[in-house]
Nanobody, 114 residues
């Protein structure tokens, strides 16, 4: 399994960005896909996850601002980020968990700054 993330960039506070991640390989419906992030000097943290059935989980800090979505036919997972704050600045990583295996994408930088 390989994950390819895209869509990061520089945005002003209050702005929006959409991250996309495409998975290739054998992806089963039981797989959970998601996004994590790591800010400088901090540990990697959960942003949002979505199961094959569409159940979602969000970090408290992003609830109401971020929306995760998934296309099982295309094996993609997107993260729509609205009302971005400076503290959302981080490298965002796409993640896939399938049975006992976990895979990570290469990371995409999101910078929220005026």
């Amino acid at each position: 399994v390989q994950l390819q993330a895209s869509g990061g960039g520089l945005v002003q506070p209050g702005g929006s960005l959409r991250l996309s991640c495409a998975a290739s390989g054998t992806i089963l419906s039981v797989a959970t896909m998601g996004w994590y992030r790591q800010a400088p000097g901090k540990q990697r943290e959960l942003v949002a996850t979505i199961t094959g059935g569409g159940s979602t989980n969000y970090a408290e800090s992003v609830k109401g601002r971020f929306t995760i979505s998934r296309d099982n036919a295309k094996n993609t997972v997107d993260l729509q980020m609205n009302s971005l704050k400076r503290e959302d600045t981080a490298v965002y990583y796409c993640d896939l968990r399938q049975f006992k295996y976990e895979y990570w994408g290469q990371g995409t930088q999101v910078t929220v700054s005026s």
